[in-house]
């Protein structure tokens, strides 16, 4: 039987996209800024999809005032899809070069992704390879997620493992209806790369961001029920400095910001 800690995950209500982006960023500002004094190299774990656009938004504007530098920041995302190139526009390595990469000339040496063109057989080598890149940065400070409508964070779809580390996964049938209008006329991938909730929750904070009714069954679930495989968010409970940043939407009815 798993418990939660009384503490966390911690409920951070805001007004919008807008506001969260601004919490987000100044943490990373403080983060970056006591990285540089203790001479090392912040690491950030980045996610994809339409909750963390803000973000991406408001950290280009900050670099480029002036206000923020990310000169040395590492970057590891959490996921892929399985069978796209970087090269190939409905990828999230292509989705991050546009977002975030090209605007601020992310240097690829500093920043990582799973390849999704890896054959099978080679896959559980760069599954590895990948857990091996990030403890050789020193772990991840603060790592970003979104969480999908059944509860699954980064590609860890529901019946994923507190233990689970980076690997290859099948989509639930939620997820691949989600990413449809982006693959139309083609079918979504069936399967993909993640961290797993392992390396996850191995990050130093953990900012889970929501926005929607859409996303209130799920956090819901994430925020009281009991732990377990049916909501990998779920498991965030466990972590000693998660927090869930909502709307009003998702969080539901009594929420004040
Ligand atoms: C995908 C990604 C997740 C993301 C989720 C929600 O499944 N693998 O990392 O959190 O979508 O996406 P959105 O933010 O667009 O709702």
Known sequence: MLHRQSASPRV???????AAARLVVDEIADLCARCRAEGRAPVLGLSTGRTPVAIYGELIRRVREG???LGHAVAFNLDEYEGLSS????SFAAWMERVLFDPLEWPRSRRHIPDGTVRPADQG??????????RAAGGIDLQLLGIGR?????????????????RCVELDRSTREDAAADFFPEDPPRRAITMGIATICEARRVRLLA???HKRAAIQRALSGPLGEDCPASFLALHPDARFLLDG????PGAQS
């Open 12 to 18: 951070v209500l805001v007004q919008d996209p807008a």
């Open 67 to 69: 206000g923020l530098d």
């Open 87 to 90: 090269s190939d526009p409905r």
């Open 125 to 134: 080598a760069q599954c590895a390879a990948y857990e091996a890149a990030i």
């Open 150 to 166: 059944n509860g699954h964070i980064g590609f860890n779809e529901p019946g994923s493992d507190l233990h689970s580390r980076t």
């Open 211 to 213: 926005f929607g009714a």
């Open 249 to 252: 939407a998702a969080h539901g």
